[in-house]
C-alpha cells in the first residue's frame, strides 16, 4: 500500500487530518457538528447544504441553518442554487459570516433540487455549472470549493471535465462522490474517476463515498490518490469515526467505543437537539432520523432502532434508550449471554438512506 497523506491546504486553509465531514441536510447542523467536535478529529466539517436565495432574502431559518460556533473553524459553507445572483449573494454573507470555504453544491441528486437545475443536474448543463461558478468565485475573496458525483449516470461520467472547469473557473478544491446521480445510493463502487479527476487537476481532490473506517479512508487515498476523503453517512453510523482514523493515522492504537459511551453520546445528542428544537415533536422526528444510521454501530442496534422509532415520545425514546444500553452493558460485562431473547448481536437489517 502506497504512503497517503494525512493533511492538506486549500490555500492558506490546513486541514489536519485530511478527513471531513460531509455536508448532511437534516443531519450536520449546528447541534450534529458540535457532536462531532466534543469526539474530536475531524480536520474540516462542512454545513448541510444552504439555499442561496434563502441566505440572500434573510429568511430566519436559512440563518439558522449557516450559524456556526467561534471554535468551529475550519468550517465549509455549502450553497445551492441555480441563479448566478443569488449564490453570489449567498457567497458574500457566507464568507462575511467567516466560512473558511465557501462550497458550492453540484452533486445533490434530489428531484426537488435537480428540477432547478440545482445540484447534479448541473452535471449536464456544464455552461450553466461554469456560469454559476463563475458568479460565486467573482463574488469572494475566501477559498471556494465545488461538491459533485461523477456524472449523471454511468456512461455519462463528466466528473473530469466538470472539475477541470471548476479548477480554470478558479475553485481551490473539489470533492468528488463515486456514485452518479443514477446510482442515487446504490450503484457498484467505481473510484477510477476519482482517480481521474485527481491525476487531471493541480487543486486538491477528496474522495468521498462509503467511507467507514481507517481501511476504508486508506484504500481509498491510496487508490484515487486524493488529497483528503470525506465521511458522510459513516460518521453518522460511528461519530467517533474521525477519531479513531486520526489516531491510527498517528501510529496509535484502534479507539474502541464501548456501551457506555455510546448511551452518553445518543443521550446528550438527544438533550441537545430538545434545547436546540425547543419542542418535543421536531426534536423526536429528528432523534429518529439520526438514529436510523447511529444505531447500525451498536450490537443488537436493528432492535434499539425499531424500538426508538416505534416511540411516541421524547421520554419513551430516552427511556427505551436507557433500558437498551443497561442489557448492552450486562452482555459486555458477561453477565448475559443473550440479552435479547437470543436476537444475534449482528445488526443486519437495510438501513433506509435519504435522497439527498
Ligand atoms: C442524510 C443525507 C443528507 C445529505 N445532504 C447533503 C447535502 O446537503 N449536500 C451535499 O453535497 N451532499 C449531501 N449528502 C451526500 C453526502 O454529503 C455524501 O456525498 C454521500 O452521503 C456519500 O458519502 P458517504 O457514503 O460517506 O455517506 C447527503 C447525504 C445524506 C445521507
Known amino acids: 500500500m502506497p504512503a497517503v497523506p494525512h493533511e492538506l491546504f486549500v490555500r492558506d486553509v490546513r486541514i489536519a487530518p485530511n478527513l471531513v465531514l460531509a455536508p448532511m441536510e437534516g443531519v450536520t447542523d449546528l447541534t450534529f457538528r458540535r457532536l462531532i467536535r466534543q469526539i474530536g478529529g475531524p480536520g474540516l466539517v462542512f454545513t448541510e447544504f444552504i439555499p442561496a436565495e434563502g441566505l440572500r432574502r434573510d429568511i430566519r431559518k436559512v440563518r439558522e441553518m449557516v450559524a456556526f460556533d467561534e471554535d468551529e473553524h475550519p468550517i465549509a459553507v455549502q450553497l445551492y442554487g441555480r441563479s448566478a445572483a443569488a449564490l453570489a449573494e449567498g457567497a458574500k454573507i457566507a464568507e462575511d459570516l467567516g466560512a473558511d470555504i465557501v462550497d458550492f ?36 475573496k475566501a477559498p471556494f470549493s465545488v461538491k459533485m458525483r461523477t456524472g449523471w449516470d454511468p456512461s455519462h461520467k463528466n466528473a473530469p471535465e466538470i472539475a477541470w472547469m471548476c479548477q480554470e473557473e478558479g475553485a481551490e478544491m473539489v470533492t468528488v462522490h463515486w456514485r452518479t446521480r443514477a446510482d442515487l445510493y446504490g450503484g457498484v463502487r467505481e473510484l477510477d474517476t476519482i482517480a481521474e479527476v485527481k491525476r487531471r487537476l493541480r487543486i486538491p481532490v477528496l474522495a468521498n463515498g462509503d467511507i467507514v473506517d481507517y481501511d476504508s479512508a486508506v484504500d481509498t487515498l491510496a487508490r484515487t490518490g486524493a488529497d ?129
Open 228 to 356: 483528503g476523503v470525506m465521511i458522510g453517512r459513516g460518521a453518522i453510523k460511528n461519530p467517533w469515526v474521525f477519531k479513531q482514523v486520526a489516531a491510527r493515522f498517528r501510529g496509535e492504537a484502534s479507539i474502541e467505543v464501548d456501551a457506555h459511551e455510546r448511551e452518553q453520546v445518543m443521550l446528550g445528542y438527544f438533550a441537545s437537539i430538545r434545547d436546540r428544537f425547543g419542542h418535543d415533536k421536531g426534536a423526536l422526528g429528528r432523534f429518529k432520523k439520526i438514529s436510523k444510521y447511529f444505531t447500525h454501530g451498536v450490537p443488537y442496534g436493528s432492535l434499539l432502532r425499531v424500538a426508538v422509532l416505534h416511540s411516541h415520545s421524547a421520554d419513551e425514546a430516552i427511556g427505551v434508550v436507557r433500558e437498551f444500553f443497561d442489557r448492552l452493558r450486562r452482555w459486555e460485562a458477561g453477565e448475559e449471554p443473550h440479552p435479547f431473547n437470543g436476537a444475534s448481536p449482528e445488526d443486519a437489517s437495510p438501513s433506509e438512506e435519504s435522497a439527498a
Open 105 to 140: 453544491n453540484m452533486g445533490c441528486p434530489s428531484k426537488k433540487v435537480c428540477a432547478h437545475s440545482g445540484g447534479s443536474a448541473l452535471l449536464k448543463e456544464p455552461e450553466i455549472a461554469r456560469e454559476l461558478v463563475r458568479a460565486i468565485r467573482g463574488a469572494i
